[in-house]
Structures are given as C-alpha cells and as structure tokens.
C-alpha cells in the first residue's frame, strides 16, 4: 500500500470547517483512499472513501486532486465532539488489510 | 444492532499468566480483524479471518500469541504467557465484504505487571 503523509496536529474552532490534507505521491491506480477517526478511548470509525472522484456524506467531503497525489478531508462545521485523531489510509481496491499510519490529531475548540 | 462487542473491556494480569480476550463481530459479517494499539507502534493488525479461517497472521508478534474463531459470531484472542511489552489496548473489527469499511469495537485495554 501506497504510504501517507499527514501532519502531525491541528487546530480548528468550533463551527468552522476542518481541512485535513493527505499526501499520497505515490498511489497506485487501484487504490483507494479511506478516512478513518479514532476519538479518544475508542476504536477507530470510518469516515468516508475515494478513488479519484470527490465524495460526500452525512460526515464529511473528501477531495482528492485530479493527479490523485493528495486530498483533504472536510468536516464542513466542526464541533467539540469532533476531536480526534484523524487517520489518512490507502488500500488496494481489492485488499482486506488496513494500514495505520500515526494520522493527524484535531483539536477543535470553542 | 449491538456492533462490534468485546471483553473484557480492561484486564489486568501478571507476568506469566495467560489471557484470552473475546470477541463478537457484527452479525453477517464475513471478515474478522484483530489489532493491538500502544503509544510506541500505533494501531497495527494482528491477524484477519474469512468465513472462520485465519488469512493472514503475519501481524501475530510471536508464538505466544494465537488467536481462533471456531463460529462465525465468535473470535477469541489468547496470550499464553503474557509479558509486560504485551500491554496495549487490543481491538476487534469486522467488515462485511473484503474491501468494505471495517467496524470496530470498544477495545479491550490489558495491562501485564
């Protein structure tokens, strides 16, 4: 699987939107890119996930570039509950495994 | 549907002894994770199941570790002897197709003095 880059920490007040980027120079043509959030003390939940065209749910918006090496989450309205380590994956379509990486850690605040 | 549940929710044990933790996975559901996360190494993948069977265990760190799933509602994850490093907060995830999103459950935290 392709390897991520996510920084390490941001900051967002609350009820304003939260852009996490994602780098994935590296991605390969059957790889998907999936978002996942760990809030403190629980297992991670799935966010949303792409290949190539922008996505949106009840969640979030994912935008990924048209060169597929990078896109952002967007969490249009933040919250307090919000706040979470927020964990950027690429997965082979067809794969069963999800690789971890050490993700970005949002603080949203008041 | 109740999700992914698992237990105990915190175990704490001596060096030496074994541990078995438990999981139940989302009915309906064919594949079965389980992953460990400590502060060190992040969330990594232990072992997976398809439809009862063990796919891929190359996450298992060592032979003290094995993990089964004898019916498809059912997974367990054992430890035998357990050692201090092995401290972590240990979860269990089921999907319902190979490349669909995966749903975890709460964790179980175990601590080895």
């Known amino acids: 699987d392709a390897k991520t880059t996510q920084p390490p920490s941001m900051d967002c007040a609350e009820g304003r939107a939260a852009n996490l980027p994602c780098n994935h120079s590296?991605?390969?043509?059957?790889?998907?890119v999936y978002w996942y959030r760990q809030i403190h003390s629980q297992g991670p939940q799935y966010i949303i996930h792409?290949?190539?065209n922008n996505e949106t749910n009840e969640m979030a918006s994912l935008i990924i570039t048209e060169d597929r090496k990078s896109s952002t989450l967007i969490l249009p309205h933040a919250t307090l509950r919000d706040t979470a380590v927020y964990y950027c994956?690429?997965?082979?379509?067809?794969?069963?495994?999800?690789?971890f990486g050490t993700g970005t850690r949002l603080q949203v605040t008041l | 549907d109740a999700g992914v549940i698992q237990s105990p929710r915190h175990e704490v044990t001596e060096m030496g002894q074994e541990v078995t933790l438990r999981c139940k996975p989302i009915?309906?559901?064919?594949?079965l994770f389980w992953y460990r996360q400590t502060m060190m190494r992040g969330l990594e993948l232990l072992i997976y199941?398809?439809?009862?069977?063990?796919?891929?265990d190359s996450g298992m760190p060592e032979d003290r570790f094995s993990a089964k799933m004898p019916n498809a509602s059912f997974s367990t994850l054992k430890i035998q002897p357990s050692e201090p490093r092995d401290s972590a907060v240990y979860f269990c995830?089921?999907?319902?197709?190979?490349?669909?999103?995966?749903?975890f459950g709460p964790g179980t935290r175990l601590t080895v003095l």
């Open positions: 995830a089921s999907s319902p197709q190979r490349y669909n999103e995966q749903f």
């Open positions: 590296t991605i390969s043509g059957n790889e998907y």
């Open positions: 792409g290949l190539k």
């Open positions: 994956i690429v997965r082979v379509g067809t794969a069963s495994k999800l690789t």
């Open positions: 009915s309906g559901h064919d594949y």
């Open positions: 199941f398809n439809n009862n069977v063990p796919i891929d």
